[in-house]
């Protein structure tokens, strides 16, 4: 109920702003510049992915004049999603997630002259740019914080769907919790859902009856009831894609900022100022902004810790 109230609002809010159109108003759309999207299965209200798309369109809006329109995809429905925003002719569209590639694959096959963006995959084919983030770098931030805070000497690691870009997360975050703690233990789970939010309260609940006193979660919706748990527990957590403090201001120390929103506005400037799209795979990470942490909130830092996580965030590959 309450990520349907939140859909609700937020597309109330889309519509009443003109950011985006209706079908019956998909004419408007050939007036001005335009992107279409197709957000993931998890759909807005997610406090995370899906939403940070939503803002990055938002700001293109209001900065640049350049309208939007989204689609979820309904059961899967991803193919059928992306036939629509083409049939609103607009000028780029854009896949957010592994799951919409198969799809975005296909169109791009059957529509050459059409221009495309698929994130977190990626595709051979020349009219789509694939953009990818590099997590493990802003994930490395987050294991740093909780192996140098830790009093229990363990913490937890929750992922969503066990495939790469997840795994990424994980990656950087043991990396970053063994440099700043050598002793600490991280315990590991994939839940195979981004979307059941009570099935990540249980999984948190379970890390931290086995000790872990940090929980971060990269599992989307699901990653919510995770924060929500480790508040009720009262131990701490890191949000992850967006700034998720808001969701449990008593647990979530920081977030890793994936900055979806960031890329998209810069596609948008790029299709304003009406520069080539060549297909090209590009990859963001600490040096390109496209990952970092949200401010650090609940716990202070000692000199000493600040200045070891600062040097970390100008690591460069």
Do not use: W
């Amino acid at each position: 109920m309450r990520k349907f109230l939140i859909f609700s609002v937020l597309t109330c809010t889309l519509l009443a702003l003109a950011g985006c159109s209706t079908k019956g108003e998909a004419s408007t759309l050939t007036e001005k510049t335009s992107i279409g999207l197709l957000v993931t299965k998890n759909g807005l209200g997610d406090d995370s992915f899906s939403d940070s798309a939503i803002r990055g369109l938002q700001k293109a809006r209001d900065e640049l004049g350049i309208l939007f329109d989204y689609r979820e995809p309904v059961e899967g429905e991803f193919t059928k999603s992306i036939q629509e925003l083409i049939d609103q002719d607009h000028d780029l569209i854009v896949g957010l997630g592994y799951n919409s590639q198969k799809a975005i694959d296909e169109m791009a096959k059957k529509h050459p002259d059409q221009k495309f963006i698929l994130i977190d995959a990626v595709s051979e084919h020349k009219n789509v740019t694939s953009i990818t983030f590099k997590e493990d770098e802003g994930s490395y931030l987050i294991g740093l914080i909780a192996g140098m805070r830790t009093k229990s000497n363990t913490v937890g690691f929750i992922g969503g769907e066990q495939i790469k870009v997840v795994e990424n997360f994980e990656k950087g975050f043991r990396e970053g919790v063994k440099e700043a703690n050598p002793d600490a233990e991280v315990l590991a789970e994939y839940i195979g859902t981004f979307q059941d939010d009570e099935k990540g309260a249980k999984t948190a609940q379970k890390q931290i009856e086995n000790g872990a006193d940090f929980i971060f979660p990269a599992a989307g919706f699901a990653g919510v009831g995770a924060l929500k748990e480790a508040q009720r527990q009262g131990e701490y957590a890191f949000g992850v894609d967006s700034d998720q403090f808001f969701l449990a201001e008593e647990a979530v120390v920081t977030s890793m900022l994936k900055r979806v929103d960031t890329a998209l506005f810069n596609m948008a400037k790029k299709l304003k100022e009406e520069e080539s799209f060549s297909g090209e795979h590009i990859q963001l990470g600490l040096k390109q902004d496209g990952v970092g942490l949200a401010p650090i909130r609940i716990i202070d830092l000692t000199s000493e810790e600040s200045t070891k996580l600062e040097q970390a965030k100008g690591k460069e590959d």
